[in-house]
């Protein structure tokens, strides 16, 4: 069993959408943990922490239930630059584990 | 402007014939390290450094070396590559809060 799995997708959605991701994780001692968007062929790119408690940031709401291991993003209104794929993070002890990612697709 | 700078961006080698990656970041940072990605699999780490002088291995490091003389810089060496390695590396240099930094990729293929 991986660290960090994901649903490969695609995700197609139209313009508008409302989308969600989850990622499981399997190392309950994991301490931080994030998102990252890939557009493709290029580096990965910070594109929010995960707080316990959740957070927001503009269209983008993330959120961690620590009790079963899993971390989810939302993405509200998409827009078609929102197109890319979506890493999950998940940090211990300065190990970093990535997720295969999430593909979305947002068509007009 | 900060940034991880990884060169060369695209490589065509051959197998067995040495190669280095180049990786240098300008914002201080005192870990730093090396992935590798491939379809499917996601970001694996070949390896990482602490700080200065301190390396250690990740989960795929076989076939790879790496090392740490300052701070800024953090190449990777394929003694011997093989097709297996043919991949996208990432070069990346982390936060404190654990936050990366990614250069912007290498292709490599090993023929």
């Known amino acids: 069993r991986k660290e960090v799995e994901q649903d490969p997708g695609p995700f197609n959605v139209p313009e508008g959408a409302t989308v969600a991701f989850n990622c499981t994780y399997s190392n309950s001692a994991s301490q931080s943990f994030f998102w990252y968007r890939q557009d493709c062929r290029k580096e990965p790119k910070l594109l929010m922490s995960v707080y316990s408690s959740g957070n927001e940031d503009g269209r983008f709401t993330a959120q961690l239930n620590r009790a079963s291991q899993y971390i989810s993003l939302l993405i509200r209104d998409s827009k078609l630059s929102d197109s890319a794929t979506y890493l999950c993070?998940?940090?211990?002890?300065?190990?970093?584990?990535f997720g295969a990612g999430t593909r979305l697709t947002v068509k007009p | 402007e900060a940034q991880v700078t990884q060169n060369p961006r695209y490589l065509i080698t051959v197998t067995g014939k040495k190669l280095t990656v180049t990786c240098s970041q300008n914002m201080n940072h005192e870990y730093m390290s090396w992935y590798r990605q491939d379809p499917g699999l996601g970001l694996r780490q070949i390896y990482y450094s602490m700080n200065v002088e301190v390396t250690d291995k990740g989960d795929v490091p076989e076939g790879y070396k790496v090392s740490r003389k300052e701070k800024r810089n953090f190449p990777l060496i394929l003694e011997s590559p093989s097709p297996n390695q043919t991949s996208l590396y990432f070069c990346?240099?982390?936060?404190?809060?654990?936050?990366?930094?990614f250069g912007a990729g290498t292709r490599l293929s090993v023929l």
């Open positions: 993070v998940v940090n211990r002890n300065n190990d970093m584990r």
């Open positions: 990346a240099s982390k936060t404190a809060k654990n936050i990366q930094y």
